[in-house]
């Protein structure tokens, strides 16, 4: 693993869709501390799909996998395949709003079932002997005041030392999850107060991030930072976290040198018979506020998707860049 004592610091939160191996294979060649997450993958899925969920390049981690699902016993099960296939972290989803979700029973919901997320933790955490994780938001629906959350907390702490909080609360009704992400008002001081209050515990904040001042600032009151959409649309961001962070004499990473390095993954993608589009999707984003993005995004997004389309692609919508 390419990082112990740090481990968590700053990581890269799991995004439904986005966060796929593709994606953090390219966020990889930014960053080499940052703890980078899967997307959300369901219990159920793991165990009864027909093809292979857990699939990932060795050079993605450290990875954590975050799992949905409230089964004890599926939990357990897929805890073991995790960490059987060398990641680095199991992560449980208590954060996730969606409707979907909660016809699932997982996600946000269980907030509301603190003793059952306790169940699924010792559960996992029997079979396994990497960290399981949770992570959740600051509270759901009516059930936001400050008294809820140390309850929830204290339930689950027995079995789990390592949260990850969104520090917004969800509505599990009338609010869809982009919305979610953006109209309850965040309390960053919330957070700071649970590690406080429980300075034994490893807390990790999340939600509205942008910047590494940003960062370094949360920084002095939790342990971990998550940072979600804007190290995917704007990964820059993530070429400076090692020398932020983890080591003052690591490289600053442009993306240029970031898409280059990941030109090799995408010929080897290819030659498998992945189609170009899988990967250009996730590096769109890669040039914010340079000269020529909009060529970039243009050139990938008109010939990425085109029969046949190869490396080459990638190289064309390169020259479009001026990177200085």
């Not at 449980?92 to 699932?104: F, H, M, T, W």
Request: proline share 5%.
């Amino acid at each position: 693993m390419k990082q112990n004592y740090y481990r968590g610091r700053f990581s890269v939160a799991p995004m439904l869709d986005w966060t796929t191996r593709h994606c953090r294979y390219f966020h990889r060649q930014f960053t080499q501390h940052s703890l980078l997450y899967s997307e959300m993958i369901t219990a159920p899925a793991i165990l009864h799909a027909k093809y292979d969920l857990l699939a990932y390049d060795p050079a993605e981690n450290p990875v954590a996998l975050q799992l949905g699902g409230s089964d004890p016993t599926q939990l357990a099960q897929c805890a073991k395949l995790v960490e059987e296939r060398g990641y680095a972290e199991i992560n449980l989803n208590v954060g996730c709003p969606s409707d979907r979700v909660q016809n699932g029973m997982f996600g946000a919901c269980l907030m509301g079932n603190a003793d059952l997320v306790a169940q699924c933790v010792s559960a996992m955490q029997q079979q396994v002997s990497i960290p399981v994780t949770v992570k959740h938001r600051i509270g759901i629906d009516e059930l936001d005041s400050y008294e809820f959350l140390c309850e929830f907390i204290e339930k689950i702490q027995p079995y789990c030392n390592d949260f990850i909080v969104h520090a917004r609360k969800a509505w599990l009704s009338g609010l869809s999850p982009k919305e979610n992400r953006e109209i309850p008002p965040l309390d960053y001081e919330r957070v700071y107060q649970l590690k406080r209050d429980f300075p034994h515990l490893k807390i990790s904040i999340n939600g509205g991030i942008k910047t590494i001042d940003e960062i370094k600032q949360h920084l002095e009151y939790v342990d971990g930072v998550m940072v979600g959409r804007e190290a995917y649309q704007n990964p820059s961001l993530l070429g400076e976290i090692d020398r932020a962070l983890f080591d003052e004499n690591a490289p600053i990473i442009t993306p240029k040198q970031a898409v280059e390095k990941m030109l090799p993954y995408i010929e080897q993608q290819i030659s498998q018979g992945l189609y170009l589009n899988h990967i250009a999707r996730h590096i769109l984003g890669a040039f914010q506020n340079c000269k020529g993005a909009r060529q970039w995004r243009r050139h990938l997004s008109e010939n990425a998707c085109k029969q046949g389309a190869g490396v080459e692609v990638v190289q064309q919508a390169l020259s479009f860049v001026e990177t200085d």
